[in-house]
């Protein structure tokens, strides 16, 4: 997968992608046979896109239909500058998680949350903590977004989701399971004292 370029961007206000963004990658990257023979993705949704980087590198990998939303109309900003760059379209809406997005439709959703466990009131904050800061287990942002899963993905859809270990991955992929999902940890590495991992909850069978 080839990474799209950002040195266009300035990562005052938005996150500057990093070592969970390269994670993210390189385990869609590994799960290429699959998606492309079983899944066959057509639409694909990024939640919380940022520079844009992870999106546009999947429209071009896997030549298919990108959107993306973010809460930042700034990132929302770079995120087009991005794709526009690396000869993709991504068609990225200012909003709060799904919001917009048309339910039962989206083969294929990423998300790189923010996922620092911090206090609950930095999870609004108007600063770049924003990006990163995820409230109680660093856990505030996913876990609104969990229950809207099965009506959200289509019916062969897939969700890729970045998780530190204090986000107890385990205890997600039980909340995942009970909504019908298959989960697997596909992908680990440790980024400095960080240990972040790829979860990913499937409708379609995985081999």
């Not at 385990?170 to 009970?178: A, F, S």
Request: net charge negative; hydrophobic share 45%; with cysteine.
């Amino acid at each position: 997968m080839e990474t799209p370029f950002t040195n266009h961007l300035s990562f005052e206000h938005i996150y500057e992608p990093a070592e969970d963004s390269f994670l993210l990658m390189d385990a869609i990257e590994a799960d290429d046979f699959w998606l492309r023979e079983t899944v066959k993705p057509t639409i694909c949704l990024e939640i919380g896109s940022g520079s844009g980087i992870v999106c546009s590198a999947v429209a071009k990998f896997l030549n298919v239909f990108c959107l993306a939303t973010d809460i930042n109309s700034l990132a929302c900003r770079a995120t087009r500058e991005t794709a526009q760059r690396a000869g993709v379209i991504v068609e990225c809406v200012n909003a709060d998680l799904v919001k917009p997005v048309v339910t039962g439709k989206i083969d294929m959703l990423i998300f790189n949350p923010p996922y620092v466990p911090t206090e609950n009131y930095e999870v609004a904050s108007s600063n770049i903590a924003h990006t990163w800061a995820g409230g109680l287990n660093g856990r505030q942002v996913m876990d609104r977004l969990f229950p809207l899963l099965p009506e959200l993905l289509s019916e062969r859809g897939v969700f890729y989701l970045v998780l530190l270990e204090q986000n107890r991955p385990q205890e997600v992929e039980r909340i995942l399971q009970m909504q019908g999902l298959e989960c697997q940890i596909v992908m680990k590495r440790r980024a400095g004292i960080e240990k972040l991992c790829v979860l990913r909850a499937s409708k379609a069978q995985i081999i």
